[in-house]
């Protein structure tokens, strides 16, 4: 290795002034310090006390072995020199200065508590015996763990005659014959295994322990061969000591109540009799396309009865454009949009297509709805939805089918927003997004005003763009809402969706029958309606 000088700052006694050190990086930490005249003549007064050197080397800390190579030390690294108990009051007469190693390969620092989880007692240095306290201990690539500490000098002697292992993050283990190549800045608590008689309960538990840490180690491999993974481990370990302080609760019990929170907010499981009937009620989905004179796009669409479909009437406009007379409407729509059932992933020329009837006399611009005609093509109409219509349920999970993003055909399960917590829900949002000019203009009160009309329902998805006119299912597979939009923020090219929102099928339902009945009644009156009204008669 070539000489090089290295700089750091020392502070003497926990005064705050710093002293600048410039050295050469083939020495050790103890000839830099020994180098300052002032810390010098320090060492020399206080030399029957016991010389303690925390080193805080970019963000982790930690008391360092006074004989590690200067060239272990990062740059601008700071050093703060205590001295504590007389030598004469250690039990084993050794020091905690440590030793040198000349080796000029690649240096490992890694940070061991020095109190142990099981055994608690493991560092030789009484002064360091605390809570929160931590080693710096420096390896070289290749070397174990177990090498490591034991050649640090710092640690009782147990830990070369007892099994010992080191744990991270509560409960992930290493072996101590690991190497150390992976180890850089990470903290550690040692566990010394207790020596025990094993009765045949024991021995079984103490098997199921070993099978238990095998199969940690085994993650631990895994996680080892993604760089970014372990940072965050890291970290996470970082936030939770915080945390402990902050709180002052066991790291222990803030990891279980975290893993807790965390199973809660991100359970994905669903069960198979929902995964049964989405895909059932998935045939009924559809994509509507269009082209008009190059104004071209894509939307979702439904069966709601017959060959009679139902989608947004918002799409209808995009497809036909502003102003357009009814009539005129219905041929464009006729002439430019088709409909496929079977466009899942990619769509493909021998998708089976549904042209449009030029028929366009049911809709409502208030619910944004539109029900448009299939022409027969000598294939059977996909399963009709119009019976599976039911209220929307108070609070509950709700399922949506669709082709968000204007791709594949998708099921997302979404979080209905009960009523009382729009408003809420809606300011939080607000808060969490980029403040910049936005789609549409609102504020909480707009919400609020807005989301008071029972024909709405609202609820947190991540279906955009090419959703309008989706489906939404309740957890019981009844048909509750179609969805129609979200309000968004565009920043800079890029939308936040603040919430979104469908309207019910029961008011759709009731508007079709009431403004629309004759119409209703000559296409979705069932056999047993019309027969209550002959009896009534």
């Excluded at 989905?285 to 796009?297: E, L």
């Excluded at 597979?477 to 890029?494: P, Q, R, W």
Aim: positive net charge; charged residues 25%; contains cysteine.
């Amino acid at each position: 290795m070539a000489f090089q000088e290295k700089k750091l700052t020392i502070t003497l006694n926990r005064n705050k002034r710093k002293h600048q050190i410039s050295h050469n990086n083939r020495a050790s930490i103890l000839d830099a310090i020994k180098s300052h005249t002032l810390a010098s003549k320090e060492i020399a007064k206080q030399q029957a006390k016991e010389m303690l050197v925390e080193g805080t080397m970019g963000t982790e800390k930690g008391y360092v072995n006074l004989g590690m190579p200067l060239h272990c030390v990062p740059e601008k690294s700071h050093f703060d020199i205590v001295f504590a108990r007389h030598k004469s009051q250690r039990k084993d007469g050794s020091e905690c200065v440590g030793r040198y190693d000349s080796n000029t390969g690649d240096c490992i620092k890694f940070y061991v508590f020095t109190i142990g989880k099981s055994v608690k007692k493991i560092v030789k240095c009484l002064d360091l015996h605390k809570d929160g306290c931590k080693f710096c201990v420096y390896a070289f690539k290749g070397e174990t763990i177990k090498k490591a500490l034991i050649k640090d000098g710092r640690f009782l002697p147990l830990l070369e005659t007892r099994e010992w292992n080191l744990i991270e993050n509560v409960d992930s283990v290493l072996e101590n014959t690991q190497r150390v190549d992976d180890l850089e800045d990470r903290r550690f608590e040692v566990e010394v295994k207790k020596r025990r008689s094993y009765s045949m309960s024991a021995r079984a538990s103490h098997s199921c322990e070993v099978e238990q840490r095998q199969s940690c180690e085994l993650e631990r491999h895994i996680l080892d061969q993604y760089p970014s993974l372990t940072k965050k481990c890291r970290q996470i370990s970082i936030i939770s000591d915080r945390e402990s302080k902050e709180k002052r609760k066991k790291i222990r019990t803030l990891f279980n109540m975290h893993r807790k929170n965390f199973w809660k907010l991100s359970s994905t499981s669903i069960p198979v009799k929902v995964i049964k009937f989405l895909s059932n009620l998935s045939n009924s989905v559809g994509y509507i396309f269009w082209n008009n004179n190059g104004n071209h796009g894509g939307a979702t669409c439904f069966v709601l009865k017959n060959h009679y479909i139902l989608t947004c009437s918002h799409v209808v406009n995009f497809i036909v454009g502003a102003e357009v007379e009814l009539e005129e409407a219905a041929q464009v729509i006729s002439g430019s949009a088709w409909v496929t059932f079977s466009f899942e992933d990619t769509y493909r020329s021998q998708d089976k297509e549904w042209f449009i009837e030029p028929w366009f006399e049911v809709f409502d611009k208030s619910l944004d709805y539109a029900v448009l005609k299939l022409k027969e093509n000598g294939s059977p109409i996909p399963m009709s939805l119009w019976d599976q219509i039911a209220p929307p349920p108070k609070n509950s999970i709700l399922h949506i089918i669709g082709y968000p993003g204007q791709q594949e055909k998708s099921a997302n399960n979404c979080v209905m927003i009960p009523q009382l917590l729009r408003k809420q829900v809606c300011q939080d949002h607000i808060q969490a997004s980029v403040e910049s000019n936005s789609v549409f203009m609102f504020s909480p009160r707009s919400f609020q005003k807005g989301f008071k009309n029972q024909k709405l329902i609202t609820y947190e998805t991540c279906f955009i763009q090419g959703s309008s006119g989706s489906p939404v299912f309740s957890a019981n597979g009844e048909l509750v809402a179609m969805h129609t939009a979200s309000f968004i923020y565009d920043h800079k090219g890029i939308n936040y969706s603040i919430i979104e929102f469908g309207h019910s099928m029961k008011a759709i339902a009731w508007d079709i029958k009431h403004q629309h009945e004759t119409f209703y009644s000559s296409h979705f009156l069932s056999q047993d309606d019309v027969e209550m009204v002959s009896d009534d008669e």
